[in-house]
């Protein structure tokens, strides 16, 4: 068995599962291929290669490793190679984020090289071969969008199809209007379902599901970060004193609204720099409760959070996962997260969501009990658990 990850830079987001399966696979059966180096604002937030190890290396689209792994996983759009490997009957997986990030969304079918690409890749998801890892539920819907859409329903020229979906590594997806049928939600859950486009199966009900659904090649993925220092499984509420916000200062990051919707009581501590700083410096000018930090590198920011109460990740849709939010949950913290985005979107139960730039409703969340999650199966051990069941099984499968 020979797995090969291609992807663009080496991250910290991705090393902590490829150790996993080096561990299971073997050094000489295990390799991460990356195709660019890092930026210096990377190596400043903490980001390193892993470079001396041997499985890890440069490389690109050419490397014999690509043409001879039994599976290859790539999170790089590499038609070239995808082309020959499913010619050869090989197995293939693509990892992605969403299709139609803002801000503009589905007007990226309009350009003809764009739908030509999404076309390939719906010829592709016809082979028994190829798997599409969408990471999170919102990639999942758009490529669901682009299936449909050459598929000819054309009400996904307007929307996205309504889901339910299991919120586990490799968790299936079905249509709504099919959970609904087999009794797996509840009425709140179906209304929020229909609100929304899409609900969490509870766990109660994850092996109730009679029909795979029209996407048996989708699993459900994500980033999962290295184990936390935490071994908090405790749901119960947090007192809210501190509230931590970690990254680039970009304006689909929406960092304002957190500083729109901070109660008087609470205080709110900023890492990180970028071109909206200004912006959001002026904004909380006449707060006393917003603190600004530089960037601490990424060991550091998880010894932070044991010094603060609550993460928000209040990104838009530009925000393809965001994985601090995984980190914050290995951490035990206390978590918010807007409904656009894909790690808050895919791990949280709805009472941890609220809609990006909406201030109203984060200030009417934040003056509840907030429970901490806990990470639950969206770490590195079932990651890797659920890769090695699905080698196994197509491998042995042919």
Same mark, same amino acid.
């Given at each position: ?28 059966? /295990? ?27 440069? &490389? ?38 969403? %299709? ?35 990471? $999170? ?34 968790? =299936? ?20 379902? =229909?609100?929304? &486009? ?22 459900? %993925?994500? /980033? ?20 931590? %916000?970690? &990254? ?7 960092? $304002? ?23 959001? =410096? ?38 393809? %996962? ?9 951490? &035990? ?40 999650? $806990? ?10 658990? /659920?890769?090695? $069941? ?9």
């Amino acid at each position: 068995m020979k797995f090969t990850l291609l992807t663009n830079v080496p991250s910290p987001h991705r090393l902590p599962l490829a150790r996993e399966l080096v561990r299971h696979f073997g050094e000489d059966e /295990y390799r991460y291929i990356y195709t660019d180096e890092l930026e210096s604002q990377r190596y400043d937030m903490g980001w390193q290669t892993a470079s001396s190890e041997k499985w890890c290396f440069k &490389g690109d689209e050419s490397s014999p490793e690509l043409r001879e792994a039994t599976l290859l996983f790539s999170t790089l759009r590499s038609m070239e190679v995808f082309d020959k490997r499913l010619a050869a009957n090989k197995l293939t997986c693509y990892v992605s984020e969403r %299709w139609f990030k803002p801000p503009h969304g589905f007007l990226r079918m309009l350009s003809p090289s764009y739908r030509r690409m999404a076309r390939r890749f719906v010829n592709y998801l016809d082979s028994k071969y190829f798997h599409y890892f969408p990471q $999170g539920i919102h990639a999942a819907r758009d490529m669901m969008r682009i299936q449909g859409l050459f598929h000819g329903d054309f009400s996904c020229i307007f929307n996205a199809p309504k889901v339910a979906f299991e919120p586990k590594p490799g968790g =299936r997806i079905i249509p709504l209007e099919q959970a609904i049928r087999e009794n797996l939600l509840s009425p709140q859950e179906i209304a929020w379902g =229909r609100k929304h &486009g899409f609900i969490r199966i509870s766990p109660e009900h994850w092996n109730d599901i009679q029909k795979p659904g029209p996407w048996p090649n989708y699993h459900l %993925w994500g /980033y999962f970060v290295a184990p936390g220092n935490s071994s908090t499984t405790t749901v119960e509420p947090r007192t809210l004193k501190r509230i931590l %916000w970690v &990254g680039r200062m970009l304006d689909w990051k929406r960092v $304002g609204t957190l500083i729109q919707a901070l109660p008087d009581s609470m205080v709110l501590d900023l890492y990180g720099h970028g071109p909206d700083e200004p912006h959001l =410096r002026n904004l909380a000018s006449r707060n006393n409760n917003v603190h600004f930090h530089d960037f601490l590198p990424i060991k550091q920011v998880r010894g932070l959070m044991h010094a603060h109460d609550l993460y928000i990740l209040p990104s838009d849709g530009g925000e393809g %996962w965001g994985a601090v939010l995984n980190e914050a949950l290995e951490e &035990g913290m206390a978590v918010l997260a807007s409904l656009e985005s894909g790690s808050g979107a895919t791990i949280l139960p709805p009472e941890h969501l609220f809609h990006a730039g909406d201030a109203k409703e984060l200030l009417s969340k934040l003056s509840s009990p907030i429970p901490r999650p $806990g990470i639950g199966k969206w770490n590195v051990s079932k990651a890797a658990n /659920y890769l090695i $069941g699905f080698c196994n099984r197509h491998v042995s499968q042919g």
